[in-house]
């Protein structure tokens, strides 16, 4: 079956550090990778995506690359800010007919101290 | 942004009394589906639906159900609240083609006491 691991939590870091939150995943087929963020106390917003070998997804700064030889799928921030304090999710799609649901990361969480 | 809304945001209620979380989306999916947050963070998949009148177990067993008799509209409920319960409900769609992201509600807080 499906299965994504993450890097377990909790990270910390000081504003404008480099982050990265590691991401590996098991599937069949060609799936869709995603970075999903969720601020407290609210539901996940996607962060990134990318939904083919070598794709490159980035959003606010955050950037991960689909790396199919590896199964990787991890997220960098080159300066991280207290505002990226938060739970991040791994997740993918799989690819096919009759593809239904998600399959995610257990998360990791990230603070940022000024 | 994403147009799928729950309601209520927080809700405290004792034990033995039936709840309904509400879930809709004005984006035309087919697909909805029901997780369950613990405080540990981990997402557990409770119910989804591929359309009307159809609705599946997920892979954690629960003890709410569900419904969608309409396509914008996927109910939860619990017949009967107990602390056990106590979790963050979050409800998504996906659209009906191709292999793109899931849009999720801001979640709903259930506390049983």
């Given at each position: 079956?499906?299965?994504?691991?993450?890097?377990?939590?909790?990270?910390?870091?000081s504003e404008?550090?480099?982050l990265?939150?590691?991401?590996?995943?098991?599937?069949?087929g060609?799936?869709?990778?995603?970075?999903?963020?969720q601020?407290?106390?609210?539901?996940?917003?996607?962060?990134?995506?990318?939904?083919?070998?070598?794709?490159?997804?980035?959003?606010?700064g955050?950037?991960?690359?689909?790396?199919?030889?590896?199964?990787?799928f991890?997220?960098?921030?080159?300066?991280?800010?207290v505002?990226?304090?938060?739970v991040y999710?791994?997740?993918?799609?799989?690819?096919?007919?009759?593809?239904?649901?998600?399959?995610?990361?257990?998360?990791?969480?990230?603070?940022?101290?000024? | 942004?994403?147009?799928?809304?729950?309601?209520?945001?927080y809700?405290?209620?004792?034990?033995?009394?039936?709840?309904?979380?509400?879930?809709?989306?004005?984006?035309?999916?087919?697909?909805?589906?029901?997780?369950?947050?613990?405080?540990?963070?981990?997402?557990?998949?409770i119910?989804?639906?591929?359309g009307v009148?159809s609705?599946?177990?997920?892979d954690?067993s629960?003890?709410?159900?569900v419904?969608?008799?309409?396509?914008?509209?996927?109910?939860?409920?619990?017949e009967?609240?107990?602390?056990?319960?106590?979790?963050?409900?979050?409800?998504?769609?996906?659209?009906?083609?191709g292999?793109?992201?899931?849009?999720?509600?801001q979640?709903?807080?259930l506390?049983?006491?």
């Open positions: 079956g499906n299965s994504v691991t993450q890097m377990e939590g909790p990270v910390t870091l404008e550090a480099f990265t939150i590691n991401c590996t995943y098991t599937a069949t060609y799936p869709s990778l995603f970075w999903y963020v601020y407290p106390g609210e539901g996940l917003q996607l962060l990134l995506k990318a939904t083919k070998a070598d794709d490159k997804g980035s959003n606010k955050f950037e991960a690359t689909y790396r199919k030889e590896t199964t990787s991890h997220l960098e921030k080159g300066s991280v800010q505002s990226d304090s938060a999710f791994c997740a993918l799609r799989r690819s096919g007919a009759g593809s239904y649901q998600l399959t995610f990361g257990k998360g990791t969480k990230l603070s940022v101290i000024p | 942004e994403a147009d799928i809304y729950q309601t209520p945001r809700l405290v209620i004792g034990t033995g009394k039936k709840i309904t979380l509400e879930c809709s989306q004005t984006m035309g999916h087919d697909k909805m589906y029901w997780y369950q947050q613990d405080p540990g963070m981990e997402l557990h998949l119910h989804y639906s591929y009148n609705t599946e177990k997920g954690l629960s003890e709410s159900t419904s969608r008799i309409r396509t914008e509209h996927f109910p939860l409920t619990l009967s609240a107990r602390p056990s319960h106590t979790s963050q409900y979050l409800c998504a769609s996906t659209p009906n083609e292999n793109t992201e899931a849009f999720f509600g979640g709903t807080r506390t049983v006491v």
